[in-house]
T-cell receptor
Framework: EAQVTQNPRYLITVTGKKLTVTCSQN?????MSWYRQDPGLGLRQIYY???????DKGDVPEGYKVSRKEKRNFPLILESPSPNQTSLYFC????????????FGAGTRLSVL | GQNIDQPTEMTATEGAIVQINCTYQ??????LFWYQQHAGEAPTFLSY??LDGLEEKGRFSSFLSRSKGYSYLLLKELQMKDSASYLC??????????WGAGTKLIIKP
């Protein structure tokens, strides 16, 4: 089954404790992206990757890191989480940018205390 | 700046028709998406318009007017399962997606 898999689905952590949210897709998509979604603000892009070893900042990259060592995986790293990073996070993949449909993971609900 | 406007919330009755509007001001235009998102779940693709006019897909239709910077999503024969948020997203001149904040649609029996 074609899918985007995110883990964990729920995470409660404390300020400053490094964490990684994993994202994996099995559709051989070149483009992958991370979003955060907050009430009233819609989806905001954090980082995206056009292909292996190619990553770019989105609209809200501060406090986040990503890597794209393999085509299927695109982990999101929070080196020192802060309470303002409490949010719902989505990973998405698509064959390319622009008119290509994005396929989303189920989401990760993160709370930073 | 780039801007996409949608109503925050709409209410409609089961079996009725509802139109959700989206207006946009972006640097270039290379298409417009509508996605559906049930509470706490991932967005899923509904439609894509790049040319002016109406695209019909079952109970859902999407309209685009590029000259007016305007689109709408039309939902017919509303069902309770249509209660969700509907996200409008525009592909800009850099082929990046600009997302609206979404419209929460509440369906009442």
């Amino acid at each position: 089954e074609a899918q985007v898999t995110q883990n964990p689905r729920y995470l409660i952590t404390v300020t400053g404790k490094k964490l990684t949210v994993t994202c994996s897709q099995n559709m051989n998509h070149e483009y992958m992206s991370w979003y955060r979604q907050d009430p009233g603000l819609g989806l905001r892009q954090i980082y995206y990757s056009m292909n292996v070893e190619v990553t770019d900042k989105g609209d809200v990259p501060e406090g986040y890191k990503v890597s794209r060592k393999e085509k299927r995986n695109f982990p999101l790293i929070l080196e020192s989480p802060s309470p303002n990073q409490t949010s719902l996070y989505f990973c998405a993949s698509s064959p390319g940018t622009g008119e290509n449909i994005q396929y989303f993971g189920a989401g990760t609900r993160l709370s930073v205390l | 700046g780039q801007n996409i406007d949608q109503p925050t919330e709409m209410t409609a009755t089961e079996g009725a028709i509802v139109q959700i509007n989206c207006t946009y001001q972006t640097s270039g235009f290379n298409g417009l998406f509508w996605y559906q998102q049930h509470a706490g779940e991932a967005p899923t693709f509904l439609s894509y318009n790049v040319l002016d006019g109406l695209e019909e897909k079952g109970r859902f239709s999407s309209f685009l007017s590029r000259s007016k910077g305007y689109s709408y999503l039309l939902l017919k024969e509303l069902q309770m399962k249509d209660s969700a948020s509907y996200l409008c997203a525009v592909v800009d001149s850099n082929y990046q997606l600009i997302w609206g904040a979404g419209t929460k649609l509440i369906i009442k029996p």
